[in-house]
Each structure stands twice: as structure tokens, then as C-alpha cells.
């Protein structure tokens, strides 16, 4: 069995007004739903570790009151967004919200595209690869190909990465557009106070990195004991931005080795996606899944 490399699985649920909380009731928004928003906010509550949760929890994880919770869960039950268990008196996601995200998923050419080929650099590198998208002031994995090494990064689908410290994050802000760019980095600043100077420059040498080099780098700076790098997949109109990414222990991970030896194979894998989409060409899907990658 593999050892975990970071405690990202166990960390402390997020609360109202942490990172990746979506609903921004406080922007003052006219357009803003605010009932359908804190309904969303009770879906988002749940994670990969959660097998039910109750109205107490889901309170202290939203940042609502029991009572409004309570409305909402029983709504969102009788819709079959969550399932209701009597005897624990807790809830699950529902079958309509598995739908949904299964529905998400299978719509992405990009997802269809790279898992073959993460998957072979996983094997030849013995370390995750993972593919991710942003999801408000996070990054959310969607897929992940697992190599063999005894200890590895072990993150998931749902698992979520900070925009402004990881390489994942970090090459996703290289790459989306200035307003966007902008606005997050604007929402992320209250959040790091003092270190925020800190944060800013890594961010700021990460978008040069891409620049010069193709890929951004995190060695340390999302935490301690972790390296990693990613590469952004060009998005076409319409479509959802995603990047890709190879970390594991920095003791197993030298950053020469991971610059030199790995950021290609990850290049490599971006370049043929986007090739591939550019010409829409879905005929190539198969040729491309048994292309050859640099040598990991």
C-alpha cells in the first residue's frame, strides 16, 4: 500500500468565505440567486471523505444556520440532489448530483484526450500525473494517473490545490486571460495577509517560468516537502481551461530531475492534446493515445 506524501485528503473542511467558496453574496450581485447560491454551497460541502454529513456539520461548513440548512437539505432531498438516511439522520449526495458531475466529466474532448497519456507517464515516471481546471479560488482535480512509487502524492478527483502556491495553480494564472487573472489574484490577496508580498513574486516568476520555459514549477512553496510542475492545455473558445501536472516527495523528486527529465513528458502530452483539438480531427484520438513520449 502506498504511504501519503501530504495530509491534502484530511484537511479541515472549508468554511464560508475560505478559499474556494463560490458564493460571493457579499459582491452584491442583483443577478445573484441567493437562495439557489447557498443551495449550492451545502452540495459543495461534501467531500471525497464524506460518506454522510449532518445538519450540524454542514452548518459549521457553510457558515449558515442550522434552521436554513435544514430547509435546504430537505429541498435538495426531496429533488434527490442529497439522500436522506433516517436511522444516522445524515445526508449523501444524491443521485442527481452524481449525475451531474458524471455528465460534466464525460463532456470534456481534453479529459478523452490526455488520460491515455498521463497514464503512460505515470508508469514511466512512477509518479502522479493530474489533471485539473479552476474551480473559483482553487484547483480541482478531475483526473489523476497514479505511478508506482512506494511513497506518492495521492490526490484524487475532487481533490483541491491554492491557485497562487501550487505549480498546477500557478500555470493555470500564467495562461487565462488579465481580467481574469486580475480579479483572482485581487480575491486571493485578503487571504495571505502579510505574506502576500511573498506570494505575489511567486506567482509573478511563475508566469516568467511559463514564459521561458513552457511549464511553472512549485519546489516547496505550496508545501514544504513537495515538488511538482504543470503545464497548461490551450483552451478553445467555449471551453473549460485545464492543466496538467507531475509532483510527488521532494526527496524523491530532485527539481533537476523533475526540470530536466519530467517537464518534458508533461509539454509533450499538452502539445499533442491541443494538436489534436485544433485540427478536430477525433480520428487521431487513438493514434495519439499510443504516441511516444519523451523518454521519463
Not at 436511522?87 to 470534456?108: D, Q, V
Not at 519530467?262 to 491541443?274: D, M, S, T
Amino acid at each position: 500500500m502506498k504511504a501519503q506524501a501530504s495530509p491534502t485528503e484530511r484537511a479541515k473542511p472549508r468554511q464560508a468565505g475560505q478559499l474556494g467558496n463560490s458564493a460571493r453574496e457579499e459582491d452584491g450581485d442583483s443577478q445573484i440567486v441567493v437562495a439557489l447560491g447557498r443551495g449550492l454551497a451545502l452540495l459543495d460541502a461534501f467531500s471525497r471523505n464524506d460518506a454522510t454529513l449532518g445538519n450540524a456539520e454542514l452548518a459549521e461548513r457553510t457558515g449558515l444556520t442550522k434552521s436554513t440548512v435544514s430547509r435546504l437539505a430537505y429541498t435538495l432531498a426531496l429533488h434527490n440532489y442529497l439522500s436522506f438516511d433516517p436511522r444516522s439522520r445524515e445526508y449523501r449526495l444524491g443521485p442527481r448530483a452524481i449525475r451531474l458531475g458524471a455528465i460534466a466529466l464525460a463532456s470534456s474532448n481534453v479529459r478523452t484526450l490526455a488520460l491515455p497519456l498521463m497514464r503512460k507517464l505515470a508508469a514511466g515516471s512512477h509518479f502522479n500525473v493530474g489533471l485539473g481546471t479552476r474551480d473559483d479560488l482553487q484547483i480541482v482535480y478531475t483526473d489523476a494517473a497514479e505511478g508506482d512509487a512506494l511513497i506518492a502524492l495521492r490526490l484524487f478527483p475532487g481533490s483541491r490545490l491554492p491557485l497562487a502556491t501550487s505549480a498546477m495553480g500557478r500555470a493555470y494564472l500564467a495562461v487565462c486571460g488579465q481580467d481574469e487573472r486580475d480579479d483572482v489574484l485581487d480575491r486571493l490577496r485578503p487571504h495571505y495577509g502579510d505574506e502576500w508580498g511573498r506570494i505575489r513574486k511567486g506567482v509573478d516568476d511563475a508566469i516568467d517560468e511559463h514564459r521561458r520555459l513552457g511549464y511553472c514549477a512549485s519546489i516547496g512553496d505550496w508545501q514544504k516537502d513537495i515538488s511538482g510542475v504543470a503545464v497548461p492545455i490551450a483552451a478553445h473558445p467555449g471551453e473549460a481551461l485545464y492543466v496538467l501536472n507531475l509532483g510527488g516527495p521532494a526527496y524523491a523528486l530532485p527539481e533537476k530531475e523533475l526540470r530536466e527529465r519530467l517537464a518534458p513528458g508533461l509539454i509533450a502530452i499538452a502539445r499533442q492534446v491541443e494538436e489534436i483539438l485544433l485540427t478536430g480531427d477525433a480520428a487521431q484520438q487513438a493514434d495519439r493515445s499510443d504516441a511516444v513520449l519523451p523518454n521519463p
